[in-house]
């Protein structure tokens, strides 16, 4: 008879740099997270600038995370953050890198050689987009990967599967388009989604989603991934997306045809790593006078926006000092109608109290060039540093 009650029994692992906290009854297992992440930013600003509102201290994350299995059937997560939601509900705006709601899913996994996902969540663009933020040296993403260009999260269906030995993963979904305001429960009027396709190959062994080589890892790995998606979105005469879909440079959901496409490519062997990723957006707006255009003819235009930008990173674990060394390069031109291109250098540092669970993190951020036109942005050099803590 007590073999038919719910038994709870709450335990830690001995391994405490990976151990979560999990709540059982045999068949159905609950493990419970968070991440807590803080950090001062400072602005060097350019001439003519002057508001320093930017040199602050932030609560970047105070997020709690479930993730659950019930036998081999079924997996789930949900993963909010509190920090980001009160930011939103405050004035604070919406953050497309760091949303209020993380994660709502669930994945079926009953049919061999396929799961199926179904629910809000990470979509399966960009590997830099699908790196956790807690695994990376760096305050920021690259600012093509931050959300303002193509959505990171949505709500849909994704199909996906792994062959020999998960060193081969393809996966394949359709959503709503319309990005983390999909969870107004709307979808813009135009009623079209969006497809989003990657494949990944990885040798000698599976690859995870992440950029430091904190285990040393004997033998040379390396992942190459491609990804794609498309969306035709015609609005009808008179019709508007939902406010905040568009971004703040009206081009991550556009009424008309966008296409996006990229490859990337990481490695890793004795604790050095490297990552690259490419990213490409083609977008043809249905109105010949889109704001996307910048007051050119169509014979200047060709009827078509391209926006897109590249980053390299090189990164260095030393065991003995606990500490993470990492510089990227990025470039990023938001409308190549338009004046200017960001080009940045940035480097990271990371000391590890205890794992990725207990790190000190600073990142220095250098414009070389900047956007005159769509985006300036009015600094010239920014410093963050701060701490990150994950409770498991």
């Known amino acids: 008879m007590l073999k038919k009650l719910v038994v709870v029994l709450v335990l830690v692992s001995a391994n405490s740099s990976l151990a979560q906290l999990s709540i059982t009854n045999g068949d159905h297992n609950l493990e419970i997270s968070g991440l807590i992440s803080s950090y001062y930013n400072y602005r060097v600003l350019d001439s003519g600038y002057y508001d320093k509102s930017s040199n602050r201290f932030k609560l970047r994350d105070a997020q709690i995370q479930l993730e659950g299995r019930y036998k081999n059937t079924f997996e789930y997560e949900f993963q909010i953050d509190f920090a980001d939601l009160i930011a939103g509900a405050t004035g604070g705006g919406f953050d497309a890198e760091n949303p209020g709601l993380m994660d709502a899913y669930v994945v079926y996994k009953g049919i061999p050689f396929l ?93 995870r989603f992440q950029d430091i080589d904190t285990r040393i890892t004997p033998i040379p790995m390396f992942v190459i991934g491609a990804n794609g998606r498309y969306t035709n979105k015609v609005l009808p005469a008179g019709e508007y997306f939902p406010t905040g879909s568009q971004g703040p440079y009206l081009m991550k959901v556009i009424s008309g045809q966008k296409t996006g496409y990229g490859i990337d490519f990481s490695c890793q062997y004795m604790g050095f ?120």
């Open 273 to 392: 790593s490297a990552q690259f990723e490419i990213q490409q957006f083609i977008m043809r707006p249905d109105n010949e006078a889109s704001v996307l255009f910048r007051g050119t003819d169509k014979d200047f235009n060709k009827g078509y926006v391209r926006s897109g930008g590249y980053y390299g990173q090189l990164n260095y674990f030393h065991k003995k000092m606990k500490t993470i060394f990492s510089v990227r390069y990025e470039s990023f031109n938001i409308n190549d109608l338009a004046d200017g291109e960001l080009q940045r250098v940035s480097g990271a540092i990371a000391y590890q109290i205890k794992g990725f669970d207990a790190m000190v993190k600073a990142q220095y951020f250098h414009n070389l060039k900047a956007e005159t036109d769509v985006d300036p942005l009015g600094w010239s050099d920014q410093f963050r540093v701060g701490f990150q803590y994950a409770f498991k």
């Open 115 to 207: 799961s199926i996902k179904a629910g809000y969540g990470k979509n399966p663009y960009s590997r830099t987009s699908n790196v956790p933020f807690m695994y990376s040296p760096y305050w920021q993403r690259p600012e093509m990967c931050r959300g303002d260009l193509f959505s990171r999260r949505d709500i849909g269906v994704t199909l996906m599967s792994s062959f020999w030995k998960q060193r081969i993963d393809l996966i394949a979904g359709m959503y709503n388009g319309l990005g983390e305001i999909s969870l107004g429960g709307k979808n813009d009027a135009s009623g079209t989604p969006e497809f989003i396709g990657r494949a990944q190959f990885a040798y000698p062994s599976r690859y």
